[in-house]
């Protein structure tokens, strides 16, 4: 095979960049899931935190009737809707995980679709390694978190929960 | 969420169910103070809503934030030309949400 010849199988061979593109698919897919793992956790534990104070509320407001035990169950009471209201923003905060994992695996459906049509259309020849770069480029500037660029490039990336509060004003 | 936050801090809030959606009911006559919206949605995106809202006389001045996971400084740049007012990245809390509001409401 000449030189020339060897060096445009190289340029049109999918197989190596699809194995690459996989990969970083497949890695991007258990950073998704870690990163959902925890808020989930949270979540249900708040959640749990919720019934168990509504039982004290209803337990404290049961006992109102009772004169003798008005003074502190209402102060149970006043204690227990404080603490409902910290549970409700804290589930309101982690339940928002989901919004975040829907994002990122559109990203990723949206970059494995570019894959199947770079495979479907790579027979054309020409041009291909720059629209696999493309693919892959649109993916990174897409992707929510520092995590998540991180495992695209191959860095061992660990699930990341961005600090709620991120607000700015133009 | 968003929603339920504000009406516990005494806001009215309407709804919209897409980008298109929110471009009906910014324009239906009622007086609207302020508008959140998300980047990603059906039809039209939350940066392509501020874009056109602006263009609308009634909402020059009325503060427009969008609340979205992206956090991306492009699409930060993209929605500030566009003429947001701020940018809040997901997940918010809600004190932190109605304080803002509060803020730009001034």
């Not at chain 1, 894959?115 to 649109?138: F, K, M, P, Q």
């Not at chain 2, 006389?57 to 993209?78: D, F, H, M, N, W």
Request: charged content about 20%.
């Amino acid at each position: 095979m000449k030189s020339e010849q060897l060096a445009a199988s190289l340029v049109t061979d999918p197989l190596p960049e699809a194995a690459r593109a996989m990969t970083a698919a497949a890695a991007q897919i258990t950073l998704a899931l870690q990163e959902s793992q925890q808020p989930v956790e949270q979540l249900g534990a708040s959640v749990g935190r919720i019934i168990m104070t509504l039982s004290s509320i209803r337990a404290a407001a049961e006992a109102v009737n009772d004169p003798a035990m008005d003074k502190q169950s209402l102060l149970q009471i006043k204690g227990g809707i404080a603490e409902l209201a910290r549970h409700a923003a804290q589930a309101t905060v982690t339940l928002q995980f989901y919004d975040r994992m829907t994002q990122h695996l559109t990203h990723l459906h949206d970059y494995l679709d570019g894959i199947g049509e770079l495979l479907a259309t790579a027979s054309a020849g020409g041009g291909e390694r720059d629209r696999w770069e493309e693919l892959r480029e649109r993916l990174c500037v897409r992707l929510i978190s520092d995590s998540q660029r991180q495992c695209l490039n191959g860095q061992p990336a660990r699930a990341q929960r961005d600090a709620p509060d991120s607000i700015e004003l133009f | 969420m968003v929603g339920a936050t504000l009406q516990s801090a005494g806001y009215e809030v309407l709804t919209a169910n897409d980008g298109d959606d929110a471009l009906r009911v910014a324009q239906s006559g009622q007086v609207i103070d302020l508008v959140i919206t998300d980047v990603n949605m059906p039809n039209r995106d939350g940066i392509s809503l501020v874009r056109e809202l602006r263009l609308l006389p009634q909402y020059r001045g009325v503060p427009l934030l969008i609340l979205t996971t992206e956090a991306s400084t492009e699409r930060k740049l993209a929605g500030k030309q566009a003429g947001a007012t701020g940018w809040i990245v997901k997940p918010f809390n809600p004190e932190s949400l109605l304080s803002t509001v509060a803020k730009v409401l001034g």
